[in-house]
């Protein structure tokens, strides 16, 4: 009813639809911080006369929470006296670290093979939103060919490590290790394993739930088949150029504004969703491409957290990026194909949903959003603090 | 003219896809035979607990042909048991793979999923016009049951509570994709019916198999 009079128990069910969605809010939010979508890093290189300089970068609460890592006075540059501490990882390992590591940083640790000797001792930096660890082996017996490296506690902390190795005669060996697969024993055969990229972009997609809902938003407010395929194109295009541009270093977005930004997107795409079904209509209902690529550019950067936290060598980017937007890519449009078959689905079963039923996606795409802005302000504003 | 057992025409083309599926049916029913033990892998995708249960469900073939089945028939039944079916067996199936994590209660035998598959195939392959009343208790019952079966394996392995709603999710996901395939084919040329129906044969002849493997 545009513009007429509002019906007082029409008025009384949004209210209801807006605290059921509210109550959803609560605990959405709470399960999707479970997960950490940025994985680890390591990176092995054996140098000319054998040693390996290895760098272990791990991420920290503090970008997922806006908060600071705790001063590390002793730790950039200092030389530690033992490499070993004696102590133990929560898996039983010896500890590697040589001092506690920050609370913040994920419970997980590589595993090196046992006959590697540590030659000088690692230091530690702490970088925005991640903490990067160095070490130097002596040249191992043998080589690298047949040494195995893994990382422990990927299943607990629900989370993935890169593995980047490359041999003294130029041989590149980069695997993604998971909960399931979590050890890598280098071959002589052994090269780039491009499904890795591919399933980080899935696995960002999958589990970027911000993301999703920001796509099913859009998908609510399409009209036809036709303004389907411009706006999921439109904002396939805007977010693969922001992905593009961040990976390659050419601009970057402060991660904590960045995610506020994302989730001002998916509030703004509420109200237009309720717009649509009362058949009300604005700029975003006329064109809801032009918004797709709007936002879509600000998306782009949050994909590009995904790669970016990695630090790759610069040779391997532009391979890693178009087979991580590739990965992105297969999981946006698997989620689109999704929403579009069941739709259809509910049409030929002749599901007939109640009016509260109806309005819930559009109060829930909205009251989400609400609720991440809010939550994102205060982690923002408490990180200025 | 070939004609089907209600005496309506078969098109010769339907004959022989129907053949077709015949034989890739039984060379699907030796394949899934051929995997031994279904019961409890747990899949790990390092994506979490509820893409674990979604994982789960689709890597499990027995599982998989057990809402197929229950789809296929609640398609045959019309747009209103493939509505009843919708709701009905992924929150029967969610409460009984509660249920079966308590493990208070305990149905898991070895010819059990063999046998579900079986009764479900049948029915499928029979086609006949179910009582209205049988309509909401065939998917519970069914749900119920193998939902029992999947939280003990749940219990057996690490499938928490957001692992077995990742499970309902993609059993409602499959049953409203392939109920609403099966009404709309079921509205076409009389051949493809019997299409659905040499499918429930396949079920049902990989329940028997998988029955006569677990009591051999």
Known sequence: MPGGTRDPRALCRSRAGFRLAGLLGCLFPLTGFAH????????????????????????????????????????????????????????????????????????????????????????????????????????????????????????????????????????????????????????????????????????????GVDHLLFVLGLLLIVPDRWMLLKTVTAFTVAHSLTLAVATLGYAEAP?????????????????????????????????????????????????????????????????????????VEIGQVGFVLLVLGLVTSFRVLEVRWSRPARALPGFAVGSLGAFWFVQRLVIMASGWR | MPVSLEGRCVSKRGDRLANRISRLGLVTTVLIGGCASTQAHLVNTGLGPFYDGVLHLVLSPDEMLGVAGMALLAGLGGAQFGR??????????????????????????????????????????????????????????????????????????????????GVAATVFVLVALLAAFTVWLAGRPPWTRIVVRVAGSWIAAIGLLLTGWALR
């Open chain 2, 84 to 165: 009843i079916a919708l709701f009905t067996l992924p929150l029967a199936w969610l409460a009984g793979s509660m249920l079966g994590m308590t493990g208070r209660i305990n149905l898991v035998f070895p010819a059990a999923t063999g046998l579900a598959l079986l009764i479900i195939g049948m029915l499928v392959a029979w086609d006949r016009a179910l009582p209205p009343s049988m309509k909401p208790v065939i998917p519970a019952v069914f749900g119920l049951f193998m939902g029992l079966m999947n939280g003990a394996a749940a219990t057996a392995g690490s499938l928490r509570m957001s692992g077995l709603i």
């Open chain 1, 255 to 327: 991660l904590e504004p960045l995610n506020v930004t994302i989730a001002l997107s998916i509030l703004f795409l509420g109200p237009e969703i309720v717009r649509f079904r009362r058949g009300e209509t604005s700029l975003t209902i006329r064109h809801p491409w032009v918004v797709a690529f709007a936002f879509g550019l600000l998306h782009g950067f949050g994909f590009a957290s995904g790669l970016r936290t990695l630090g790759l060598p610069a040779g391997e980017i532009p391979l890693a990026l178009l087979l991580f937007n590739v990965g």
């Open chain 1, 36 to 207: 950490e979508i940025r994985p680890a890093y390591l990176d092995v290189r054996e140098q000319a006369d054998g040693r390996l300089e290895v760098s272990w970068k791990v991420p920290t609460l503090a970008a997922a929470f806006g908060e600071q890592l705790p001063s590390l006075p002793a730790a950039a540059g200092q030389q530690y006296p033992v490499a070993r501490s004696g102590e133990h990882e929560a898996c039983g390992c010896p500890s590697l670290w040589a001092r506690p590591r920050s609370s913040l940083a994920m419970p997980i640790h590589p595993v090196f093979p046992e006959h590697f000797k540590v030659l000088s001792p690692p230091r530690v930096e702490a970088l925005e939103d991640s903490e990067l660890w160095t070490w130097s082996f002596e040249p191992p017996v043998g080589g690298l060919d047949g040494a195995e490296f893994g990382a422990h506690g990927l299943d607990v902390a629900t989370m993935d490590v890169l593995v980047h190795v490359v041999t003294a005669d130029g041989r590149v060996v980069t695997r993604l290790l998971t909960p399931a697969v979590s050890s890598l024993t280098l071959t002589a055969d052994q090269r780039v394993q491009l499904g890795g990229y591919l399933r980080l972009g899935i696995a960002h997609i999958l589990l």
